[in-house]
């Protein structure tokens, strides 16, 4: 059992910047690859990004390469989401998650969701 519990998110401008964390319990973190989704109004949940156990691999979405930076710091037992050159598109719930499955950028791949935490980017 894996408990995370996401923080960070808010309101921005647009053009404005966020970090999101995400803190796992127990004491295997530096074995799971952990990822990001996020879910707008009355849409499906959409892969983010994803990085491996050790942080030396990343993947992300096209739409958000190049301004979006996942990390993480194994000894903090946190995974965080480093969100810039934000836009009013960008506005949903984050979540992050434990990687376990084969496929990378399908939630079904993915168990011991957080909570999620709220991200505005306002026009």
């Known amino acids: 059992q894996v408990l995370l519990v996401e923080s960070g998110g808010g309101l921005v401008q647009a053009g404005g910047s966020l970090r999101l964390s995400c803190a796992a319990s127990?004491?295997?973190?530096?074995?799971?690859?952990m990822g990001w989704f996020r879910q707008a109004p009355g849409k499906e949940r959409e892969f983010v990004a994803r990085?491996?156990?050790?942080?030396?691999?990343?993947y992300y979405a096209d739409s958000v390469k190049g301004r979006f930076t996942i990390s993480r710091d194994n000894a903090k037992n946190t995974v965080y989401l480093l969100m810039n050159s934000l836009k009013p598109e960008d506005t949903a719930v984050y979540y992050c998650?434990?990687?376990?499955?084969?496929?990378?950028?399908?939630?079904?791949?993915?168990?011991?969701w957080g909570q999620g935490t709220q991200v505005t980017v306002s026009s």
């Open positions: 998650a434990v990687h376990n499955g084969v496929a990378i950028f399908t939630a079904q791949s993915y168990t011991y």
């Open positions: 127990g004491r295997t973190f530096s074995s799971y690859a």
């Open positions: 990085i491996n156990r050790s942080g030396g691999s990343t």
